[in-house]
């Protein structure tokens, strides 16, 4: 990254590295953004966080075992449409699920409002999508999230792909993985790409946090659901 002060350079490997991503990204003015990948594992998780403040893929050279991209914050033209919703938990959010009772103020990341999940209570608040346009070229999702976690056992961001009441895609990706500091709130990041063979009109997009390992409590904050798609054809 070349900014005012030179370049910055950052080495990663991990789930955990995301927060490392984030917090540069957030805080960057330079209008592009290179990632090279070379002999480990290139998690597709990266692109789409850095995809999330730097949209446009502008330049992308590969070989056997190495890729090199250049992505821009100037969005330009695009044939890219996106759906954005954001649950901060203060007010109702549109596409989710939302009761008053699972709400809690004693760990907040913004506002007077945090979800709390319990061994009581899995699952957290729920983003649901319907799939009512087929996408020419695939729907993507990226999911990102606060949480702050009472335990050590397993918890996860899921999202799934429903039809007709039953679940035909599931990805989750255990917090823990993203986990820096247990006595703190920490990100969490995830994505999925769906092609067009694999939906229908009717499909429904589904997110959530499960506090499968019944932690003492799981609070989440700032959840986060966007969805991408192009060039729809009826």
Not at 44 to 62: N, W
Not at 173 to 182: I, M
């Amino acid at each position: 990254i070349n900014t005012s002060h030179g370049f910055i350079h950052k080495r990663f490997r991990l789930y955990t590295d995301m927060a490392d991503i984030w917090n540069i990204l957030d805080s960057l003015s330079a209008d592009n953004v290179i990632y090279a990948w070379s002999n480990v594992l290139d998690l597709p998780e990266t692109h789409d966080i850095i995809r999330l403040t730097y949209p446009e893929l502008i330049a992308r050279s590969t070989g056997d075992r190495y890729n090199v991209s250049v992505y821009s914050k100037t969005s330009g033209i695009s044939e890219i449409s996106e759906s954005l919703s954001l649950n901060d938990f203060e007010n109702p959010a549109p596409g989710w699920s939302y009761d008053r009772t699972f709400l809690d103020s004693t760990f907040v990341i913004s506002g007077r409002y945090a979800d709390k999940m319990t061994p009581a209570r899995e699952f957290s608040s729920t983003f649901r999508f319907s799939v009512n346009q087929i996408p020419e070229e695939g729907l993507r999702v990226f999911s990102t999230m606060q949480y702050k976690q009472v335990g050590n056992n397993s918890c996860y961001l899921v999202i799934t792909v429903n039809r007709n009441g039953k679940t035909l895609y599931y990805h989750a990706v255990d917090l823990n993985a993203f986990t820096t500091d247990k006595d703190e709130w920490n990100r969490a990041f995830t994505s999925q790409q769906y092609r067009k063979r694999n939906l229908k009109k009717g499909d429904e997009i589904v997110v959530y946090c499960w506090n499968s390992g019944k932690n003492e409590a799981l609070y989440v904050d700032d959840f986060l659901v966007r969805t991408e798609y192009y060039g729809f054809v009826d």
